[in-house]
């Protein structure tokens, strides 16, 4: 099955800073990558995807780019702040039938943002 | 619309019994998967329901079960637990279509927060 790496485990960094997440997975044929974002005792939300057919895109102080030769894919957010602060989570999906609708994840990155 | 709804919120319950937990999705959302989420794991797939059929599933034990209603409302029974099984169990919904390039996005309830004592 397909196996979703993350890294780092955590980041902080000062507010107005950038943070930078990657991810790498191991099935080319994966072609769907959400982040999603999780506050301490909340729902994991969904942030931002991007599908195989697009190398990146942007969501106002958040960007995800997606390197399909390396198996790679990163989250990128400018002016950070402190309620950026959160765990988010990468994550890949395979079109394939039988696979359709599993989402596999990394591990999470603990994000803390200093005022 | 309203969003996933899960229910109940918290459950202790102790070895050996057995639990059920229920998932709304999404209106018009058909497909329902579910996750079990905990500090040493992180985020695992146990299976996903589409049309009443579950489609998938994922490398847990036959204790984990589900299923689907013909409202694409699902539950999940866990039979009898162990303290291993003390996690937050989400559900994520979803319009699920097919074909090529087909992938809906997958929104996520509150979860559900077992703990086995």
């Known amino acids: 099955g397909e196996n979703v790496e993350q890294h780092p485990s955590t980041l902080s960094v000062q507010e107005g800073d950038s943070a930078v997440i990657k991810c790498t997975y191991s099935d080319s044929a994966s072609n769907y990558f959400p982040w999603y974002k999780q506050e301490l005792g909340k729902r994991p939300q969904l942030i931002i995807d991007?599908?195989?057919?697009?190398g990146e895109k942007k969501d106002q102080r958040i960007a995800v780019t997606l390197n399909k030769t390396a198996k790679h894919f990163s989250l990128h957010i400018t002016e950070t702040q402190p309620e950026d602060s959160a765990v988010y989570f990468c994550?890949?999906?395979?079109?394939?039938?039988?696979?359709?609708?599993?989402?596999?994840f990394g591990r999470g990155t603990q994000l803390t943002v200093w005022p | 619309k309203a969003g996933v709804t899960q229910t109940p919120r918290y459950l202790i319950k102790t070895r050996g019994q057995q639990v059920t937990l229920s998932c709304s999705p999404i209106s018009g959302h058909r497909s329902v998967s579910w996750y079990q989420q905990t500090p040493g794991q992180g985020l695992q797939f146990l299976f996903e329901?589409?049309?009443?059929?579950?489609?998938n599933k994922g490398n847990f034990p036959g204790r984990f079960s589900g299923r689907q209603f013909s409202n694409s409302r699902s539950e999940m029974n866990v039979s009898t637990l162990e303290l291993g099984d003390s996690a937050l169990y989400l559900c994520a919904s979803s319009f699920r279509s097919f074909g090529a390039g087909a992938q809906e996005t997958q929104y996520f309830g509150p979860g559900t927060r077992l703990l086995v004592l």
């Open positions: 994550a890949a999906s395979i079109n394939r039938g039988s696979t359709l609708g599993r989402l596999y």
């Open positions: 991007i599908r195989s057919n697009v």
């Open positions: 329901y589409f049309s009443e059929t579950q489609r």
